[in-house]
């Protein structure tokens, strides 16, 4: 499994690569599905799996070669060389080959993401060097990857949380005040949710309009029960509007607080 998850990030990175390199648009799910049956196959012959080479293919592309042929002829020099060749190449050097693969990361390393450092969020920069950082150390490309994509969710979700507002009016009565929410809620916002409300006004009626917020998991639903019971517990009535399918699908699934246990339920009694 982790030999398959390397493989498969390596040649997504170099499609990532040859793409910027030839102006073109790579079929990611087509190149996935192709060497998974080719490996699957390889497998079945005794062979080892193998995955696109960053270093190859932007040797490659360099070197002019753009089209199918010139990959398929590599393909077929390379195994030429394995089988017919093999006393041969092992005779190369590995001072040499290491030279050539020093070469080849100077050639693909962007040395503009150094520069970048000072002018990118700090978010996205720690992102960046934790990935490299975690790859060089561990010699494990799988593990970097998670570590930045971790990384990367955690930023993202904070960030997003920050985007969510709740203003509120008193209606014509006086006695019954709307809120709007705006904004995603999720884990990360919930208790930001529950905050922007105060249960202490003597209202006879609450609106919590939802026609521009978006509810994502049972974090959020479980903030929206927590809202409308301490309004009950505090004598005024609840109606929520405004929510839209997929909020409604989730509410309606995991929401309790038009259950009659609700605030047992609520509390995991």
Known sequence: MPL???????????????????????????ECRGQGIANIGSGLMGGMAGCAMIGQSVINVKSGGRARLSMFVAGVALITMVVFLSDWVSSIPM?????????VSIGTF????????KTHPLSTSVVMVSTVVVTV??????????????????????KVSNYMHI???????????????????????????????????????????????HFWDITAVAALDKVVLKFRREGAEVEVVGMNKATA???DKFGVSDKPDAIDRLMGH
């Open 167 to 213: 203003s509120s009016k008193l209606l014509d009565s006086g006695m019954q005040r709307e809120y709007h929410v705006v904004g995603q809620v999720f884990f990360s916002s919930s208790e930001k949710f529950v905050d922007s409300f105060d249960f202490r006004e003597s209202l006879d009626k609450v609106i919590i309009n939802l026609e521009r917020a």
């Open 110 to 117: 962007s040395w503009q993401s150094i520069k970048d450092l």
């Open 4 to 30: 398959a998850v390397v493989g498969l990030l390596e040649s997504m990175m170099t499609q990532t690569i040859v793409d910027d390199l030839t102006d073109t648009k790579t079929d990611r799910n087509k």
């Open 95 to 103: 001072a040499a080959l290491v030279a050539v693969m020093i070469m």
């Open 249 to 251: 699908t989730v509410v």
């Open 137 to 158: 150390t561990t010699h494990n490309l799988a593990l970097g990857v998670f570590v930045g994509v971790l990384l990367a969710a955690v930023f993202f979700a904070a």
